[in-house]
């Protein structure tokens, strides 16, 4: 009887132990899995920085090559938007 006490102990020691290097297997995953992401994540910011400066450096490029059509499409749109508040104030 002290036989079979003593093996369940034991199955019962390698189960917990079996239990534990999967849980320690689960956290190694899910860092890996952590470090990937933030690496992507990192990655894609970096190409949005990128490609939002070369837009920007466009921009700037376009509106110091041609100022007076910079002038007039910022004029219109801000007479544009001035319109459409002044018509969304009305209302209220």
Do not use: C
């Amino acid at each position: 009887m002290n036989e079979s006490s003593s093996s369940g102990a034991a199955n019962g020691n390698s189960a917990g132990a079996r239990a534990t290097a999967s849980a320690e297997q689960v956290k190694e995953h899910l860092r890996a899995a952590k470090d990937a992401a933030t690496d992507a994540v990192r990655d894609a910011s970096r190409e949005a920085q990128s490609w939002s400066r070369g837009r920007l450096s466009e921009l700037q490029d376009r509106v110091e090559a041609e100022p007076y059509r910079a002038a007039a499409w910022a004029l219109g749109i801000g007479f544009v938007a001035g319109v459409l508040i002044t018509a969304l104030a009305r209302r209220r």
